[in-house]
């Protein structure tokens, strides 16, 4: 069993920076590929970036491709996304997630087992 508490989560202008944190409880958190989603009001849960277990191996959404950085620190249970010239399309919930063994490039979230609450990003004009 895995949890997930997300934080960092704010308003920000646009081209504003925020490192948003993950972090989770349980023993085999360094044996879970992490992944951050989001979901902003109305639209559908997309996949914004995941991370291997062992943080060697990233992949991004091409809408954050160039902006946002995902990072792990095994050590701490605490995975991050720093995100930089955040848009106002940025404004939406964003989730973590963990899947235990490999990391899924992208997906729409059913790969992964656990889930935290959310944390709240908006972003303004």
């Known amino acids: 069993q895995v949890q997930l508490v997300e934080s960092g989560g704010g308003l920000v202008q ?15 958190f360094s044996k879970h590929a992490m992944g951050w989603f989001r979901r902003a009001s109305g639209k559908e849960r997309e996949f914004v970036a995941a991370i291997s277990w062992s943080g060697g191996s990233t992949y991004y959404a091409d809408s954050v491709k160039g902006r946002c950085t995902i990072s792990r620190d095994n050590a701490k249970n605490t995975v991050y996304l720093q995100m930089n ?24 979230g059913y790969e992964y087992d656990y889930w935290g609450q959310g944390t709240q990003v908006t972003v303004s004009s």
Do not use: M, W
């Open 14 to 28: 646009a081209g504003g920076s925020l490192r948003l944190s993950c972090a989770a409880s349980g023993r085999t």
């Open 85 to 108: 010239g955040l848009k106002p399309e940025d404004t939406a919930v964003y989730y973590c997630a963990a899947r235990f063994g490999q990391v899924v490039p992208g997906g729409e």
